[in-house]
């Protein structure tokens, strides 16, 4: 436990470097970007990400609205650097500027989070995946989701992203692309190891759990 929350500290440290360079933001320029895209190619984000930023759960598109601004922009430059792959989201992000991935940043960053309804999912399953996020399974070396994502999974700062209310399909194929090592954007690795240590229907358990967790304190 001590050696995992040193390399947590660690990376806490990284990626807080990376936030502080953020540029200033203009929502309304913002917004027009989300709404219409822009003049560079870039296509509208509502098209796939919904009107109120909310996603979508069957095409497995992230809910955006309330997430950090600077986490919002370091997924953009990952989505550059190729450290994430996505067909879809690579040519959409070469189309931006900096300060249009500011901007765009801000704007889903002051959305508030939309009421959404999860999928349903068996009880067993959520259950198990109950105790794989608050609990882990130490015996597996896969520390529980909320000590990086905190309580409720509903996120740390800009550092850690909030999960619950997230879709499961888009937490699971997160999680997969970890394993598989297709997304490669987190700090020393940490989510490639928890993720190569669980298995598939571990995988279906902690994001069908975090999907029905309420995105905010109640």
């Not at 190729?82 to 067909?87: I, S």
């Not at 999860?118 to 067993?124: C, F, L, M, S, T």
């Not at 298995?199 to 358990?205: K, L, M, V």
């Amino acid at each position: 436990m001590g050696r995992y929350r040193g390399r947590v500290l660690a990376a806490l440290a990284a990626m807080t470097w990376v936030g502080g360079s953020a540029a200033a933001s203009d929502l309304e320029a913002g917004k027009k970007l989300a709404d219409q895209g822009s003049s560079n190619g870039a296509m509208a984000c509502v098209a796939c990400h919904g009107p109120d930023g909310g996603g979508n759960a069957a095409a497995g598109f992230p809910r955006l609205a309330g997430l950090d601004a600077a986490y919002i922009a370091r997924q953009i430059q990952a989505y550059r650097e190729g450290a994430r792959g996505a067909p879809v989201m690579a040519p959409i992000v070469a189309g931006l500027s900096e300060t249009d991935v500011a901007n765009v940043a801000a704007w889903y960053a002051s959305l508030a989070v939309p009421k959404a309804t999860p999928a349903p999912a068996d009880q067993a399953l959520l259950e198990e995946g109950e105790r794989l996020a608050t609990r882990g399974n130490w015996a597996n070396g896969v520390p529980a989701c909320v000590t990086c994502h905190g309580p409720g999974g509903r996120g740390v700062d800009e550092n850690f992203p909030p999960i619950a209310g997230q879709h499961a399909t888009y937490l699971a194929a997160q999680l997969r692309a970890w394993k598989a090592g297709e997304r490669k954007n987190d700090p020393l690795g940490l989510m490639k190891v928890v993720a190569q240590r669980l298995t598939d229907r571990e995988i279906d358990a902690v994001a069908a759990w975090f999907a029905h967790q309420p995105p905010s304190a109640e």
